[in-house]
């Protein structure tokens, strides 16, 4: 017997995945990337897709094998143990605090665009679009699939209907010199970047819920990141030829201003809505992912652990309440402390790349012939990677420290005991 509705088919699967990558992303990422690198911003666009692909195709090749709500955490298990698993989920469940109030920022911040809006009312519309989701999740991963489809449409026309109001120039692109290379120019800039492709490991704690995991998870995969790999090139292309991005104001506000630009007032009003939706069906995702993974652990753990209870349509609702729950608390602390959101976005990329560490090293052991080399290949980028951040990699390392310490020290006590 299933343990939730299989009701998902590759169209819902790619839009799902296209959404939780391009959301909080697409609208901010390429100015603040811009502003790092410069004209190398598109080489260090290409050398991310180059490096995402292998880490694709990994997780594609595990989803098929092993689709699961408990995502990452449950490979961890497979390949290295229960200290594995617990290490792996602790890692997802702790971006909360970070990464989702700065994806919620970026969303809020669309409304800033055309409105004056005091700190309070920035925070409502945070707690609002938290109250969204959790209704949405529990109508079930079908309507939610059929509703970020919708989305997906619109944030993609939006970037082509851009570039064909005013194509931009074939002469932006430029091979990176040494200087930027060795200055740390394009390795600061993956940094960041890394945040437009964070998603996938939320996208496998769906893989029980798709009709036909074996076929249409990986095949959901590799669309969806290859569809959201051209977006982010494309608008970056359009922020280097309009020389949109700068400070932290104006790297905000930067696909809206060209649409202000090119298409008026009705313009920043359409941007705004688009922008919004995009962020709203981003976070949504990982809402949804952190939700399952908690049931999943708790389910595990005992049938009748009150998180493990499903609804009438097999939704994990209660574990979802949770997550909202911490997620309202989290962005009331991060909205009264007014943290820096690319300072948050660079904490929560140090958790994404740990995660996504364990997750290709758990694809070496699980994965046999080429798909176990392409996870080998995987794991040494997802180290690079892990180097580029440097200390901003320092919340992510902390906490594993604690974590595995913490284990050795309850296994100890237990030894001890007996």
């Not at 280097?240 to 932290?248: A, I, K, V």
């Not at 922008?275 to 939700?291: D, K, P, R, T």
């Not at 176990?372 to 180290?383: H, M, P």
Request: aromatic share 8%; proline share 4%.
């Amino acid at each position: 017997m299933d343990r939730l509705n299989r009701q998902l088919g590759i169209p819902q699967g790619i839009a799902l995945l296209t959404t939780s990558l391009l959301g909080t992303g697409v609208f901010i990422i390429p100015a603040i990337v811009a502003s790092i690198a410069g004209e190398y911003s598109l080489t260090s666009w290409l050398l991310l897709v180059l490096c995402v692909l292998p880490i694709a195709f990994s997780f594609a090749a595990l989803g098929k094998r092993y689709p699961h709500a408990g995502g990452p955490a449950h490979l961890a298990a497979k390949a290295f143990g229960k200290k594995a698993e617990r290490l792996t989920a602790i890692l997802f469940l702790t971006v909360l605090p970070v990464g989702l109030p700065a994806a919620l920022g970026i969303a809020s911040g669309f409304w800033q665009s055309l409105f004056e809006l005091q700190s309070w009312q920035v925070l409502l519309i945070q707690l609002g679009s938290l109250a969204l989701m959790l209704l949405l999740g529990l109508s079930g991963a079908k309507k939610v699939g059929q509703i970020q489809a919708v989305i997906a449409i619109a944030i993609v026309s939006a970037v082509v209907l851009l570039i064909g109001l005013e194509p931009p120039s074939l002469a932006l692109w430029s091979p990176p010199a040494n200087s930027a290379i060795l200055d740390g120019q394009v390795a600061s800039a993956l940094g960041v970047m890394f945040w437009c492709f964070v998603g996938i490991e939320a996208f496998t704690h769906l893989g029980e819920e798709f009709k036909r995991p074996e076929r249409d998870f990986p095949i959901a995969l590799i669309c969806g990141v290859l569809l959201a790999g051209g977006v982010y090139y494309a608008a970056s292309v359009l922020v280097l030829h309009h020389h949109s991005y700068g400070d932290e104001l104006a790297n905000s506000q930067s696909l809206p201003t060209i649409f202000a630009a090119l298409l008026g007032d009705k313009g920043l009003w359409v941007a705004a809505v688009i922008g919004y939706l995009a962020c709203f069906a981003s976070i949504n995702i990982y809402v949804q992912g952190f939700a399952r993974l908690i049931w999943s652990l708790s389910d595990e753990h005992s049938h009748s652990h009150p998180l493990a209870k499903l609804t009438s349509n097999k939704v994990p609702g209660r574990a979802l309440l949770v997550v909202v729950g911490a997620s309202m608390l989290s962005v009331t602390v991060t909205q009264w402390w007014s943290l820096p959101i690319e300072q948050l976005i660079r904490y929560a990329n140090g958790n994404f790349v740990v995660v996504y560490l364990i997750s290709m090293a758990a694809g070496v052991v699980l994965l046999n012939g080429l798909w176990r080399v392409v996870a080998a290949i995987s794991t040494a980028l997802c180290a690079l990677v892990l180097l580029a951040l440097g200390m901003d990699a320092s919340y992510a390392l902390s906490l594993s420290v604690l974590v595995l310490l913490a284990q050795k020290l309850g296994a100890r006590r237990l030894s001890l005991q007996h």
